[in-house]
């Protein structure tokens, strides 16, 4: 029989069920096999447990990041910046990457430092082959998104899709991987409905920017406003929504025309929405990965989490790159959503634990992670062992989860499929 390993922590948080005074977590062949109070499971296992690790801490599922492009973590300079304007912020991020990178050497260095925050699985956005590697190495869940961007309708038409599934097939497996079209800006209308073709006929999952730029409702409605000059003063003026005078609908309705809006697409930001385009989000099963730390430092609003919250729209939670965010820290961002959501006016008890679960099982559900054989995001029996450990100091259950969601704390233990990636080095588990 393969052995039996218990963690023990002073919290457990399962996310699918009320968090755990003193709990524990059984793991067996990178599956959890048990969860409950330390004492239970113990009773229930006795002499099975082969390996035992106590905890000082809180015990959670791992985190998930629902919205990163880690091949870009070596552009730090630029998200140390301010920016008045998405367009001003692009400038700054297109210089920043002509410039001659290693981005296998770059996206290993976002992995790790992923790893040691507590992620487990991530969405991740390749643009650069050479960075494709990187999740795959290390050993972490997710699916790695192959980025679509600038293809108009003729070239497309000429080499597209022969082009782009030979990128998809150089991407090592696993995780799964997916299809990244850009946004709504930089690919021709027909290239998103053959890109969606594309996905229904090979299984493959979408994740879309949109929403991110306030000038992006004006450039999918009319082909007018400054994206939409600064892509003509790029002479794309040919694209089918400049040429065309717009499409009449804005940005998730426009989506949802060209048929990706569905439950095994994600979309990242999702900040210029109003209830209509929340409704359809909802109606048609497609999650949200809300990057608030991004969306300050790029000079945009906050994304309206409260009304996600209040209507019940699945999201997730993502850091996006350092190229436009201060880390790779998924907790800092889930404290920077819990001060957005009480700014604006969210005031029901749930708020802690909603914010968990969108970090948590929500980014797993926006993933496709969350169901099937093999799911994660939350501890349950026959779930993946994907576990992290933060370093709390509450001792009451509901503190230690308001500590989590609050004030970011430093992960002890980096967990995936039973295996443990990393653990910090000062803080080892106590074998009984």
Known sequence: MSRI????????????????????VA??????????????????????????HEWDGTLAPGLVNAHTHLQYTDMAEVGRGSYPSFETWALAFEKGYRVEHDWAASAAEGVRQSIESGTT??????????????????????????????????????????????????????????????????????????????????????????????????????????????WRGLGHSDMQLLAGGGSGHGVVPYLDTVGVLTPHSHLAHGIYVDADDRALLRARGVSVALCPRSNEVIGLDAPPIAAYLRERNPIGVGTDSLSS?????????????????????????????????????????ALGLADGPTPTGALTIGSRADIAVFDTASVAPDDALAEVVESAPAALTTIVDGRALWTAPAVNGAAA
């Open 5 to 24: 390993t218990l963690h023990r922590a002073r919290t457990v948080l399962p996310v699918a069920s009320p968090p755990i005074a003193d709990g524990a």
């Open 27 to 52: 793991v067996q062949d990178g599956r959890i096999i048990a969860v409950g109070t330390h004492d239970a499971v113990s009773a229930d296992l006795g002499d099975a447990v082969v390996e035992r």
């Open 121 to 230: 699985a991530v969405a991740e956005i390749v643009t650069d082959p050479e960075a494709g590697h990187a999740v795959h190495d290390a050993g972490l869940h997710g699916v790695v998104f192959w980025e679509v961007f600038g293809w108009k309708r003729s070239a497309w038409q000429q080499e597209g899709p022969q082009r782009v599934l030979a990128q998809l097939e150089a991407l090592p497996s696993p995780p799964v991987t997916g299809l990244s079209p850009h946004a709504i800006y930089s690919l021709d209308t027909d290239v998103f409905r053959e890109l969606q073709r594309l996905a229904e006929q090979h299984g493959l999952r979408l994740h879309i920017h949109a929403a991110e730029s306030a000038s992006e409702d004006e450039f999918a409605r009319f082909g007018t406003g400054p994206l939409a000059e600064r």
């Open 325 to 365: 965010s201060p880390s790779l820290r998924v907790l800092d961002d889930v404290a920077e959503l819990h001060r957005l959501a009480i700014a604006q006016g969210y005031t029901d008890a749930d708020l802690h634990a909603r914010l968990l679960h969108a970090a948590t099982a929500g980014g797993a559900r």
